[in-house]
C-alpha cells in the first residue's frame, strides 16, 4: 500500500491550506485533503488541532521534502520530513469521526487518485 503515495516521495511541500472543515497539503501539483485533521511533530514537539501553534506547526514544514511514508492498515498513515518531523493521520472510527466519508483524499499530477477510507 504504500506504493499509493510514491509520487509524494522525495517532494516538498509547495503550500498548506486551510478549507473550512479539513486540510490540503500540495506538493508540486501533487494534493492531500485531509479530513480529519492530523497530528503534527516537529522533533520533539507535538501539535494537536486547537493547540495555539498548529498552524504554526504545519506551516514549518513547507518546503521540507517527504522522506518516508508508513501506511499501518486500520490504524494510521505517517509522513516522514526531513529534520526529524512528521505528520500523523489516524485512520480509526470513533464518536468524532463517525460522519466522515473518507479521511484522506490523494489527487496526483498524472491523473492517479485514491481514497482512504
Known sequence: MENLFKAIIGEQLSSVE?????????????TLAFYEWPEINLQTLRYQVGDMNYRNALCKLISHKIIKIDL?????????????SCIKLNLVRNESN?????????????KEWFVLE
Open 18 to 30: 486551510f478549507v473550512q472543515d479539513y486540510l490540503q497539503l500540495h506538493f508540486d501539483g501533487n
Open 72 to 84: 499501518l492498515e486500520n490504524d494510521r498513515v505517517e509522513f516522514f520530513f526531513e529534520e526529524d
Open 98 to 110: 463517525s460522519d466522515l466519508s473518507e479521511f484522506l483524499y490523494f489527487n496526483g499530477t498524472d
